[in-house]
């Protein structure tokens, strides 16, 4: 098995976090996995994107132009990157701030309002998990229990009181996804 | 049981530095480098080992603090990016000169000049050809996983010490920051002065009655002297090249077409080799892991099995220069490479391959 992921918005979304979130719950479940950023100088705003790729074999490229999975958080991510996905792939969206929204009719395509959710949890910074939750019941790689200990890893420790908010926002995420083209 | 950590390259050697037991690092922050430093500052060191960790008020500083730590003997490093690296040539030329020990890692990105942060290879000739002043080599070690730049510190002050010549080694941005697994060594202890004293009989370590004195310099104004000196060095580098080459062969035995890349520019070109064999080419990929000495030997004798050699490097053509005379130009030898951070992807480098190798 051998999963190929982007992850793209911009800077401040929690992009490269939850790239890295999947990549620690790959790696409690014994995978190979690597975690490849792109960002620009700045710190907030710009684009952000993460190449993560969960294998079971080793992983020859970090770099790669196309992809299995493309997570897309913002209009000029989804510009960029709606081509690179492979025929049959997948496409999982937040449609806020989408004007333009996907057009390919060889991949399956899915959305969840993740930025809607998360200021109805009056919690914006979990946005990122509600989005983990919507991949994860669409391509169930890595088992909850892995992802709660991938949150241990990644989260430092003075911020593990907050684990269980990341949890309820992934289930959440599972909840409320929506299919808009499937094959 | 072996500890398994999911870390940068950058996190990586800074990690390594202090499980080898290295005695100091000095160093300034640069994009995209600057976790090792902040790796090292916030794992406090000087508490686990006694290692020092010190920022300096440039990268000019933080290698002439090496050449002090190294000048006593000491496991000292330093690490920056193409511009600071820069800073550091005439350093790096006072430390061969002085037949020192040390490591430097560059991470390197897009240039020439202030550049961009994004990655490239385009150091190459900086680190294998000239970099500083003078005739001196670099031993250049480069890492392509996050694995490779933590276990090349152990290996690069291993053969630092054992020449008493300063170690590079040549990585990127894309190794630098990518997270892997990696599985730690476990710790060493750092040397006393007692050992050092016996150990390198050359270091600088205090004056003691009956002992005679130790003098450590790069300078000599009798041009018979120096050139003897030179010689000398010379001598060193002729048996480096004779034991030191490391490369790593892929899918070579049957190889009609061949790649040869280094650093991150392997790594995608592994993928490129998958799926062109995946199509019926017969390529194989030839990573050489030391720059300097450079594996002459095996590209001459692969040169004699396959039709045409491509090298895959982020950068206007440098590594090339090497393959050419390793091959003695009797075959086909082409570059292809993106610059100024721009990354290929594998689908690319296979393109490259069918068109300018095996299509004409």
Redesign the interface.
Known sequence: MTEEIIIAGFGGQGVLSLGKILAYSGLMQGQEVSWMPSYGPEMRGGTANVIVILSDERISSPVLSQFDTAIILNQQSLDKFESSVKPGGLLLYDPNGITRPPQRKDIHIYKVEATTEAAKMGATKIFNMIILGAYLKLKPIVKLENIEKGLEKSLPARHHNLIPLNLQAVKKGMEILETVHAL | MKE?M?MKGNEAFAEAAIRVGADAYFGYPI?PQSEVMEYLMAEKPYERTGMVVLQSESELGAINMVYGAAACGKRALTSSSSPGISLMQEGISYIAGSELPCLILNVVRGGPGLGT??PSQSDYFQATKGGGHGDYRLIVLAPSSVQEMFDFVSLGFELAFKYRNPVMMLSDG?IG?????VELSEQQPRLTNQQIDELYPWATTGKKPGKDRRIITSLELDPSKQEKHNLKLQEKYRKIEASEVRYETLQCEDAEYLLVAFG?SA??C?????LGRAKGIKVGLLRPITLYPFPYAIVEQLSNQVKGILVVELNAGQMIEDVRIGSHDRIKVKHYGRFGGM?P????VLDALEKQIIGD
């Open positions: 398994l999911l994009t942060i994004q894309v920051q990518m997270m892997e697994k991150s790594r995608i592994q993928k490129a080799m998958d990354i992807s594998p689908v690319e």
